[in-house]
């Protein structure tokens, strides 16, 4: 079966510092894979997504950027982060040509102080 | 430019009766429909889709309308139990390369013993 892990699940970080968060997906080949932000009271705002190893598509102009170094890691990075970037970060993956369900991993709630 | 919305912010229903989460959406492009249950800290987990060559689709104690000219869906719990207390999402996306999900704001449903 298909797991998906992100880590940290939380992180309390001061404006200004840098930013690392990684997601990796398990027991599946290839798939996509997308970044998002739940804001407090909002909804996910899908931030990247990625069809493969290198390939980055931005959704938002901001802060922040991604990468995809394997094919089941995905990493969202930031070098310089501010107070508008706290959030609930989740990751989510699906199979490419397949039905549209998008599996979210446990998510990391970042504080920036 | 919200694609999505759901405007109820929260809704509250009496155990065992019916739970009505409505969605409406504005992109004609859209040609498949979601509902995702998020509990607090942890990520969407999902529920039940809908193609738009349909019109319902049920699972259980979940079933989702889909009324394409009013560009309109809803979801049905019936009847509606105490663990079903969650933050509803409805989303949606239109076939491209990576299925990108819009989703809307969603809305808090408490179900009351």
């Known amino acids: 079966s298909q797991t998906i892990h992100q880590w940290p699940a939380t992180l309390v970080q001061p404006v200004g510092s840098p930013l690392s968060l990684e997601c990796t997906v398990e027991?599946?080949?290839?798939?996509?894979l997308y970044w998002y932000r739940q804001a407090a009271g909002r909804g996910l705002q899908l931030l990247f997504y990625?069809?493969?190893?290198?390939?980055i598509s931005s959704e938002v102009p901001q802060n922040l950027s991604a990468s995809r170094p394997q094919d089941r890691q995905f990493i969202l990075s930031s070098k310089k982060l501010l107070l508008s970037d706290s959030g609930f970060y989740l990751c989510?993956?699906?199979?490419?040509?397949?039905?549209?369900?998008?599996?979210f991993g446990p998510g990391t709630r970042l504080t920036v102080t | 430019d919200q694609q999505v919305k759901q405007n109820s912010p929260s809704l509250s229903v009496q155990e065992g009766r019916i739970s009505i989460l409505n969605c409406d959406y504005t992109?004609?492009?859209?040609?498949?429909f979601l509902w995702y249950k998020k509990y607090p800290a942890e990520g969407p987990t999902f529920l039940i889709s809908?193609?738009?060559?349909?019109d319902k689709n049920e699972d259980g104690r979940f079933t989702v309308f889909l009324n394409k000219s009013a560009k309109h869906l809803s979801l049905h719990i019936v009847p509606s139990q105490p663990g079903d207390s969650a933050v509803y999402f409805c989303?949606?996306?239109?076939?491209?390369?990576?299925?990108?999900?819009?989703f809307g704001q969603g809305t808090r449903l408490t179900i009351n013993p």
């Open positions: 989510a993956w699906d199979r490419t040509g397949l039905a549209h369900e998008q599996y």
């Open positions: 809908i193609s738009s060559i349909k």
């Open positions: 027991g599946t080949s290839n798939p996509n």
């Open positions: 990625s069809v493969g190893i290198g390939q």
């Open positions: 989303a949606a996306s239109a076939v491209q390369g990576a299925q990108k999900l819009v």
């Open positions: 992109n004609s492009m859209f040609d498949y």
